[in-house]
């Protein structure tokens, strides 16, 4: 079942679909499981990661060793394809010329968007994180609690399997017993700077990432998933034993043709589409949703890449899932009488509130960490262990200057060799070459380490996204136009991550290579920008008040009842956690919610 | 559209070797005339992979497009190679499996950051034959290990290097981190290194205990 084209589409279905990704397969998986008829858009290509993954392929068979260019910018075996920060024919603006207030969009047109290459960090929001202004005062609550998500983490981390540990942290959940897989061991690298970061106060525990490190209980599972509904059971222990454990070698980025990790293409497609209710058009580039004379959404229009043509398909109910910001674009694109300006846009706050994550990061060298035992680090593919927020306590007093928190990322050891080994070692080695240069990099390689910040943002007013008054993509369609602002907020914590990544690489005896940040020039701050993290969300706000939001609490728009964020757009903070997750279950919780509307035949 | 490429290094290791990458490059990119304008700096001919090449195909140098070097630039290119990284007890040069070859692949390739290395490698690869015959009246290639290791060690360390040596150690170091890429990436570079993993395992142990010894974490 099938991935078809246009002309193949059917006149009944229940829901159109548009995007593939996190939000998109969760939403999909969810309602053909139960028995609804989904059409799902994308506007990349069909891809299928079990035959297009290079997974051993080392860099030497790559063009330029796998160096990053303008066609494939994460590196040539990122499983990205036709994506990145610029996009052939789909321009999209900056309204400022400053470099500071820049957004940076990545995108990924292809089936499964950017879960085919995502970090895999599959991290909860705490109960914190769901009333951020009723602690500190600050942006906005989300209109219900971490209560009410919960039971959805547990079941997107049972179906997609997600490795980690309970510890017990403050604002960092636990999930319930047999939920998580068990997560690997600590590399080399990690155990010392866990050894250093614990002395200073900073917890390091294992980090929880889309992973399989053992195969998915198909037994049990589906009955958990969808007590009552023998079939989806069935769909879903065939799916689930056909998926390997990670056998510990080749990066996560690259995906995984044995299915180990979590990629929409693999996970929630497959079941979706075994349930014979899911057809996808690929190459399908949606430009607006539809309005009945009742103003209920009744589809889409969209271009047809392949033959250029424009095509319309008709359904009972919208979910968009475009990603946060291509979904803020469909709905401003979608004028009508009713709505001038935009598509469930009475609040005037379609676009608005976008957030990224701040970044902030710090490289250094570990002598520790030079001529160790050679053995194998491959590991998960990914991190294994990182240090969720640990001074809750300060900031609520006010002692930080800042007043939301950050986790780290970090990493280093023996990888795969790549282009850049070797390079760039002159300080250490006054310039070597010849076979003492051969020496020196023996004697550093594997002992590089990185910190990476990941903090939160807070909403403002000064970022957000709106329809370009000029310029259009190939198609004619109208291009977004970002406004991005950091508050003090923001730049004070990133100050504050590099600070302390600074005292970690001096606590294990290391050099900080690159700018030192205490001696950074003026006016230049150590905050990645906007969009760079792509932890892109917001856009259209959920709350429990329609003349302040644009998602009611079920994710759906407060003017069109049959219309549906699934990706994203309704997040109204984004926590230092990484957002993959919680899309994941807030799109199960709404399509639940649609689904029980399907049933009541509301619309 | 006022956007512009960066290339997003997802993988945090990735991320460190180019953070390692982009700060040498960025001394290499302070062009320095080294010697006279050549033929073969114009702009090269190919088109790049495209947004969705085949991931699983192996490549190898001028599969995709035309290479520069001519033969005599090829054999300064390879003597260098093995220069930076010579035969030693546990590995073979870098010239004897081919470096040369993937850093002319590299300044013949259509994209921005290897066409700004472009001039710099040839009109280096230039100078330092040159330099060679005005030294020791011998190409580059001809020359023996010390009388290459007179010329290395004036251009192999910038911060070093005597004024009229600048643009050319600017050169060496950018050449030196493409042999190094070159090299570390193949099989015998691999294995020069210690680097046992891409290759499936039952279970993953973490650090034997003589590494947490080593640590003082055991």
Same mark, same amino acid.
């Given at each position: 079942?099938?991935?078809i084209?246009?002309?193949?589409?059917k006149?009944?279905?229940?829901?159109?679909?548009?995007?593939?990704?996190?939000?998109?397969?969760?939403?999909?998986y969810?309602?053909?499981?139960?028995?609804?008829?989904?059409?799902?858009?994308?506007?990349?290509?069909?891809?299928?990661?079990?035959?297009?993954?290079?997974?051993?392929?080392?860099?030497?068979v790559?063009?330029?060793?796998?160096?990053?260019?303008?066609?494939?910018?994460?590196?040539?075996?990122?499983?990205?394809?036709?994506?990145?920060?610029?996009?052939?024919?789909?321009?999209?603006?900056?309204?400022?010329e400053?470099?500071?207030?820049?957004?940076?969009?990545?995108?990924?047109?292809?089936?499964?968007?950017?879960?085919?290459?995502?970090?895999?960090h599959?991290?909860?929001?705490?109960?914190?994180?769901?009333?951020?202004?009723?602690?500190?005062?600050?942006?906005?609550?989300?209109?219900?609690?971490?209560?009410?998500?919960?039971?959805?983490?547990?079941?997107?981390?049972?179906?997609?399997?997600?490795?980690?540990?309970?510890?017990?942290?403050e604002?960092?959940?636990?999930?319930?017993?047999?939920?998580?897989?068990?997560?690997?061991?600590?590399?080399?690298?990690?155990?010392?700077?866990?050894?250093?970061?614990?002395?200073?106060?900073?917890?390091?525990?294992?980090?929880?990432?889309?992973?399989?490190?053992?195969?998915?209980?198909?037994?049990?599972?589906?009955?958990?998933?969808?007590?009552?509904?023998?079939?989806?059971?069935?769909?879903?222990?065939?799916a689930?034993?056909?998926?390997?454990?990670?056998?510990?070698?080749?990066?996560?980025?690259?995906?995984?043709?044995?299915?180990?990790?979590?990629?929409?293409?693999?996970?929630?497609?497959p079941?979706?589409?075994?349930?014979?209710?899911?057809?996808?058009?690929?190459?399908?580039?949606?430009?607006?949703?539809?309005?009945?004379?009742?103003?209920?959404?009744?589809?889409?229009?969209?271009?047809?890449?392949?033959?250029?043509?424009?095509?319309?398909?008709?359904?009972?109910?919208?979910a968009?899932?475009?990603?946060?910001?291509?979904?803020?674009?469909?709905?401003?694109?979608?004028?009508?009488?009713?709505?001038?300006?935009?598509?469930?846009?009475?609040?005037?706050?379609?676009?608005?509130?976008?957030?990224?994550?701040?970044?902030?990061?710090?490289?250094?060298?570990?002598?520790?960490?030079?001529?160790?035992?050679?053995?194998?680090?491959?590991g998960?593919?990914?991190?294994?262990?990182?240090?969720?927020?640990?001074?809750?306590?300060?900031?609520?007093?006010?002692?930080?200057?800042?007043?939301?928190?950050?986790?780290?990322?970090?990493?280093?050891?023996?990888?795969?060799?790549?282009?850049?080994?070797?390079?760039?070692?002159?300080?250490?080695?006054?310039?070597?070459?010849?076979?003492?240069?051969?020496?020196?990099?023996?004697?550093?390689?594997?002992?590089?380490?990185?910190?990476?910040?990941r903090?939160?943002?807070? +909403?403002?007013?000064?970022?957000?996204?709106?329809?370009?008054?000029?310029?259009?993509?190939?198609?004619?369609? +109208?291009?977004?136009?970002?406004?991005?602002?950091?508050?003090?907020?923001?730049?004070?914590?990133a100050?504050?991550m590099?600070?302390?990544?600074?005292?970690?690489?001096?606590?294990?005896?290391?050099?900080?290579?690159?700018?030192?940040?205490?001696?950074?020039?003026?006016?230049?701050?150590?905050?990645?920008?906007g969009?760079?993290?792509?932890?892109?969300?917001?856009?259209?706000?959920?709350?429990?008040?329609?003349?302040?939001?644009?998602?009611?609490?079920?994710?759906?728009?407060?003017?069109?009842?049959?219309?549906?964020?699934?990706?994203?757009?309704?997040?109204?903070?984004?926590?230092?956690?990484?957002?993959?997750?919680?899309?994941?279950?807030?799109?199960?919780?709404?399509?639940?919610?649609?689904?029980?509307?399907l049933?009541?035949?509301?619309? | 559209?006022?956007?512009?490429?960066?290339?997003?290094?997802?993988?945090?290791?990735?991320?460190?070797?180019?953070?390692?990458?982009?700060?040498?490059?960025?001394?290499?990119?302070?062009?320095?005339?080294?010697?006279?304008?050549?033929?073969g700096?114009?702009?090269?001919?190919?088109?790049?992979?495209?947004?969705?090449?085949?991931?699983?195909k192996?490549?190898?140098?001028?599969?995709?497009?035309?290479?520069?070097?001519?033969?005599?630039?090829?054999?300064?290119?390879?003597?260098?190679?093995?220069?930076?990284?010579?035969a030693?007890?546990e590995?073979?040069s870098?010239?004897?499996?081919?470096?040369?070859?993937?850093?002319?692949e590299?300044?013949?390739?259509?994209?921005?950051?290897?066409?700004?290395?472009?001039?710099?490698?040839?009109?280096?690869?230039?100078?330092?034959?040159?330099?060679?015959?005005?030294?020791?009246?011998?190409?580059?290639?001809?020359?023996?290990?010390?009388?290459?290791?007179?010329?290395?060690?004036?251009?192999?360390?910038?911060?070093?290097?005597?004024?009229?040596?600048?643009?050319?150690?600017?050169?060496?170091a950018?050449?030196?981190?493409?042999?190094?890429?070159g090299?570390?990436?193949?099989p015998?570079?691999?294995?020069?290194?210690?680097?046992?993993?891409?290759?499936?395992?039952?279970?993953?142990?973490?650090?034997?205990?003589?590494?947490?010894?080593?640590?003082?974490?055991?």
């Open positions: 079942m099938p991935i084209t246009s002309s193949q589409a006149l009944d279905y229940d829901v159109i679909v548009v995007g593939s990704g996190a939000g998109g397969g969760q939403t999909a969810t309602l053909t499981m139960e028995g609804a008829k989904v059409l799902m858009l994308e506007a990349g290509r069909d891809y299928d990661p079990v035959k297009e993954t290079p997974m051993f392929q080392d860099n030497s790559a063009p330029l060793r796998g160096a990053g260019t303008p066609d494939k910018q994460a590196g040539f075996y990122d499983a990205t394809v036709d994506g990145g920060w610029t996009l052939s024919g789909e321009p999209y603006t900056n309204a400022s400053d470099p500071a207030r820049r957004f940076e969009w990545w995108r990924a047109r292809m089936l499964g968007g950017r879960t085919n290459h995502w970090a895999r599959a991290l909860r929001n705490g109960p914190y994180d769901f009333k951020p202004r009723s602690r500190d005062g600050l942006g906005f609550d989300w209109p219900f609690g971490y209560d009410e998500i919960a039971p959805y983490y547990d079941k997107v981390e049972m179906l997609i399997g997600v490795y980690g540990e309970n510890n017990g942290l604002n960092t959940p636990d999930s319930p017993p047999g939920v998580l897989q068990p997560p690997p061991k600590a590399r080399a690298s990690e155990l010392l700077a866990k050894d250093r970061m614990t002395k200073m106060g900073i917890p390091v525990i294992p980090i929880h990432r889309a992973v399989l490190t053992q195969r998915l209980d198909s037994e049990n599972l589906p009955a958990r998933l969808h007590p009552g509904n023998p079939k989806a059971q069935r769909v879903l222990a065939k689930m034993s056909e998926r390997a454990a990670c056998f510990w070698a080749t990066p996560c980025h690259r995906g995984c043709s044995i299915r180990a990790n979590y990629q929409s293409t693999t996970v929630h497609l079941p979706a589409l075994d349930t014979g209710n899911l057809d996808i058009v690929p190459n399908a580039m949606v430009r607006e949703v539809t309005l009945n004379a009742k103003g209920l959404a009744d589809g889409v229009i969209y271009i047809d890449k392949v033959t250029g043509r424009e095509c319309r398909v008709k359904a009972r109910a919208v968009l899932a475009a990603s946060a910001c291509e979904s803020v674009r469909v709905l401003l694109n979608s004028k009508s009488a009713q709505f001038p300006h935009g598509l469930a846009n009475s609040s005037g706050l379609v676009g608005k509130y976008i957030l990224d994550t701040v970044g902030g990061s710090l490289v250094g060298q570990i002598p520790l960490l030079e001529n160790l035992p050679p053995h194998n680090e491959d998960a593919g990914g991190a294994h262990v990182y240090s969720p927020w640990w001074l809750y306590g300060d900031q609520l007093a006010g002692q930080l200057g800042f007043a939301r928190g950050y986790h780290i990322e970090f990493g280093g050891g023996r990888g795969l060799p790549g282009f850049g080994t070797g390079a760039g070692i002159d300080r250490f080695t006054r310039g070597s070459y010849g076979r003492r240069y051969k020496e020196e990099v023996r004697r550093y390689y594997g002992t590089i380490m990185w910190f990476s910040g903090g939160e943002m807070i +909403p403002n007013e000064g970022s957000f996204c709106e329809l370009d008054p000029v310029e259009k993509d190939k198609w004619g369609i +109208p291009v977004l136009r970002f406004s991005w602002k950091w508050s003090e907020h923001e730049v004070r914590q100050r504050h590099t600070k302390t990544f600074a005292e970690i690489i001096a606590a294990m005896g290391g050099k900080i290579l690159g700018a030192d940040p205490s001696r950074r020039r003026a006016g230049r701050e150590p905050i990645e920008n969009g760079r993290v792509i932890h892109e969300v917001g856009g259209t706000i959920i709350g429990a008040d329609p003349g302040k939001s644009v998602t009611d609490p079920w994710c759906r728009t407060w003017d069109v009842k049959n219309l549906y964020l699934t990706d994203g757009a309704p997040f109204a903070s984004n926590a230092d956690k990484n957002p993959t997750l919680t899309i994941m279950a807030l799109a199960w919780r709404a399509a639940d919610h649609l689904l029980a509307e049933k009541k035949g509301s619309f | 559209m006022s956007t512009t490429p960066h290339y997003s290094r997802l993988d945090r290791r990735t991320a460190v070797k180019w953070m390692l990458t982009a700060a040498a490059s960025a001394v290499a990119l302070g062009r320095t005339p080294l010697g006279a304008a050549m033929a700096a114009a702009k090269p001919a190919g088109k790049g992979y495209g947004t969705d090449p085949d991931l699983m192996e490549y190898k140098p001028g599969d995709l497009w035309p290479l520069t070097l001519s033969d005599a630039q090829r054999r300064t290119a390879a003597a260098l190679c093995a220069a930076i990284i010579p030693d007890a590995s073979p870098a010239a004897s499996v081919g470096v040369h070859d993937f850093i002319d590299w300044i013949s390739a259509p994209y921005p950051d290897q066409q700004r290395d472009r001039p710099v490698v040839l009109d280096g690869l230039a100078w330092i034959d040159a330099e060679a015959r005005r030294r020791f009246s011998r190409d580059f290639a001809d020359l023996d290990e010390h009388q290459a290791a007179a010329i290395c060690d004036d251009v192999c360390h910038a911060p070093d290097a005597k004024p009229e040596f600048a643009g050319a150690a600017k050169f060496f950018r050449y030196r981190d493409l042999t190094a890429g090299f570390y990436t193949t015998v570079g691999m294995k020069d290194l210690k680097y046992i993993g891409n290759t499936p395992l039952p279970e993953f142990k973490g650090p034997p205990p003589e590494v947490l010894q080593k640590l003082g974490l055991a």
